[in-house]
């Protein structure tokens, strides 16, 4: 099982709803999957989050990210995710952890983790 003081660790680097609120300020692009742990999280076809792969089932990611009616699937392998790249895999979420004391509109326990369907292998390119 996940281990609730990595989470932690990863929560106390990470601040998500402010990224996702503000986007990216003065960053470079990245060399091509030398981050492979970082996903996309898509609703249609569309970027609505990003995610952290933190284990080879679970990706963590903000709980303001749930959509209550459409499901999300995940995009590792990514470099442009405005274009389709051959070495992008589309991930399907099993199930979805929020965490119990998130309520909307709040900015406290904003996390959530996707376990997701298949196993992640990252492939050399
Ligand atoms: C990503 O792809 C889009 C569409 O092809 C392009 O307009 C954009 O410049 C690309 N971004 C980067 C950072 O390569």
């Known amino acids: 099982m996940l281990q609730a ?4 660790y990863v929560l106390l680097l990470v ?16 060399k091509p999957h030398s981050r492979p742990y970082m996903a996309s999280l898509q609703i249609q076809g ?3 989050c990003g995610g952290m792969l933190i284990r080879k089932d679970y990706v963590l990611t903000a709980a ?11 995009v ?3 470099h442009n995710i405005s274009k389709k790249e051959g070495s992008q895999q589309r ?5 979805y952890h929020v965490h ?14 996707l376990k997701v369907t298949s196993i992640y292998t990252i492939c050399p390119h």
């Not at 601040?15 to 990245?30: D, L, P, Q, R």
């Not at 209550?68 to 995940?74: E, M, N, S």
């Not at 991930?91 to 199930?95: G, M």
């Open 76 to 78: 590792l392998g990514a």
């Open 46 to 48: 569309h970027h609505v």
């Open 15 to 30: 601040n998500f709803s402010e990224a996702a609120e503000y986007g990216i300020t003065g960053g470079k692009v990245a």
């Open 91 to 95: 991930i399907n979420v099993k199930k």
């Open 100 to 113: 119990p004391q998130f309520e909307a509109n709040q900015f406290e326990y904003d996390i959530m983790l």
């Open 64 to 74: 303001h990210c749930k959509d209550c009616y459409q499901d999300i699937t995940v």
């Open 5 to 8: 003081t990595s989470i932690i």
